[in-house]
Nanobody, 123 residues
Framework: VQLQASGGGLVQAGGSLRLSCAAS????????MGWFRQAPGKEREFVAT????????YYADSVKGRFTISRDNAKNTVSLQMNSLKPEDTAVYYC?????????????????WGQGTQVTVSS
């Protein structure tokens, strides 16, 4: 499985960015997808997840109400719309393909990872 993330960049606090992740190599619609992030000096943390059919989503408390995860199984893509960005959202963001169909916050349930895209939010 190959995952290609894009859409990162530099934005001012309060601004928005939309991350996208294109998947290939496995039946995309069978598995859940997730977004994680890693700030310098910190462990990779869960951000958002979406079930195989898009009907179930779950967010980290720190992004709930500001971020929205979605997927298009016809195009093998998953997206993360990020609004009201804060400096503490600065990190490298990774999309990940789960080994299960339901949502999960556990990194161990994700067996394929994209290369990451940098998001920097200035104050």
């Amino acid at each position: 499985v190959q995952l290609q993330a894009s859409g990162g960049g530099l934005v001012q606090a309060g601004g928005s960015l939309r991350l996208s992740c294109a998947a290939s190599g496995r039946t995309f619609s069978t598995y859940a997808m997730g977004w994680f992030r890693q700030a310098p000096g910190k462990e990779r943390e869960f951000v958002a997840t979406i079930s195989w059919n898009g009907r179930s989503t779950y967010y980290a408390d720190s992004v709930k109400g500001r971020f929205t995860i979605s997927r298009d199984n016809a195009k093998n893509t998953v997206s993360l719309q990020m609004n009201s960005l804060k400096p503490e959202d600065t990190a490298v963001y990774y999309c990940a393909n789960s080994r299960i169909s339901s949502t999960s916050t556990n990194k161990l349930n994700y067996d394929y990872w994209g290369q990451g895209t940098q998001v920097t939010v200035s104050s």
